[in-house]
């Protein structure tokens, strides 16, 4: 992608559920056991949860030096239910990755201190020059991703890789930001359901209000893998 040419958004339909969890689980074995080094990140959400136990069930041989990440966490304990980190529990088990290699978000911080954690984590991956081969993310009915929801998300995630939010359910949440989705080689939204639809035909059309492609713009690859609910033909 050229300097200043907005990236495209290729949008792939899938005319069942289940037929998205298997291509996602097969998309994330071909990323993790890639023989050379790089970073997965995960979206939140409950969405990516069926793909993670697909590819739990057949567990794969983790490429050396593989690390994960999160692309948003709330600011919750690991072992809550609401926890993205604890929902990754049987990909991160199937992986077998050591400890050093998940980067998750320390909620057990304050928010603020949580916040800046992640930011000198991610800061770390960038420094050691570890690419970031794929990135998950989810799609809100609301148009939002990560735990950006709103303008002043973005204004406030300028110059940053990861920022303290407060939701708009009463969480408080830990996101990465445009600046760090934008060091990610390709992006890949994974959406489900019919109140996505509308979120997601904006997307396709990279409108400039919706707040999940203000966040992915600058991204060199974008793809949507969405079931038929989502994306009717």
């Given amino acids: 992608m050229s300097p200043g040419t907005p990236a495209q958004v290729r949008v792939r339909r899938f005319a069942l559920r289940r037929d998205l969890d298997v291509a996602v689980a097969e998309r994330l074995r071909c990323a993790a056991t890639d023989s050379a080094s ?13 793909a993670f136990g697909l590819l739990a069930e057949r567990p794969p041989r983790a490429a050396p030096g593989l690390c994960i990440l999160y692309s948003d966490e709330r600011h919750v304990p690991s072992t809550s239910d609401a926890s993205n980190y604890h929902l990754s529990l049987p990909l991160l088990q199937a992986l077998a990755l ?29 420094g050691e020059k570890l690419p970031v081969r794929l990135g998950l993310l989810g799609l809100g009915a609301d148009g939002h991703t990560a735990s950006l929801f709103t303008p002043a998300d973005l204004t406030a995630a300028c110059g940053r890789l990861a920022i303290p939010v407060q939701r708009p359910d009463g969480r408080a949440a830990v996101s990465v930001t445009p600046d760090w989705l934008a060091q990610v080689e390709e992006i890949l939204f994974v959406v489900a359901g019919s109140d996505k639809r509308a979120a997601l035909t904006r997307l396709a059309a990279r409108d400039q209000a ?18 038929g609910e989502a994306w009717p033909p």
């Fill in 98 to 126: 050591p400890a050093a290699q998940v980067l998750r978000v320390q909620t057990e911080l304050p928010l603020e201190e949580a916040a800046q954690a992640y930011e000198e984590r991610l800061q770390g991956l960038l």
């Fill in 38 to 50: 790089s970073a997965i990140m995960l979206a939140g959400g409950t969405t990516p949860g069926p």
């Fill in 210 to 227: 919706l707040i999940a492609w203000r966040a992915v713009q600058r991204c060199a690859q974008i793809e949507v893998w969405a079931d």
